[in-house]
Nanobody
């Protein structure tokens, strides 16, 4: 099984940028399709971005389109989420998730078997 650890969250001002990292261990990240989700207080977990094991990015949706970019470096077993032009509504706990490459990459959090502990992103307006 793969273990996932997120890092890079913090408190920033609106308009700032952050880059989140998700380090995989236990198995090679190239064995997994990867995704980022977020969850704000009182809200359901929301899809942010996803990328296949060979680097194909699933189209972004909603408010993150044009501002967030997912990427991966399989040599480092790490997936990234570059977040630009941050807004107060981006405030949430951000989670990294993995799904084996034998299954399609999706936007549904229930399809992912492996999760990190999350990293808090707080954007002040």
């Amino acid at each position: 099984q793969v273990q996932l650890v997120e890092s890079g969250g913090g408190l920033v001002q609106a308009g700032d940028s952050l880059r989140l990292s998700c380090a995989a261990s236990g198995r090679a990240s190239s064995d997994y399709n990867m995704a980022w989700f977020r969850q704000a207080p009182g809200k359901e977990r929301e899809f942010v971005a996803a990328i296949t094991s060979n680097g194909v990015v699933i189209p972004y949706t909603g408010s993150v389109k044009g501002r967030f970019t997912i990427s991966r470096d399989n040599a480092k077993n790490t997936v990234y989420l570059q977040m630009n032009s941050l807004k107060a509504e981006d405030t949430a706990v951000y989670y990294c998730a993995a799904r084996t490459i034998s299954a399609y990459v999706t936007r549904n959090p229930t399809d992912y078997s492996f999760w990190g502990q999350g990293t808090q992103v707080t954007v002040s307006s």
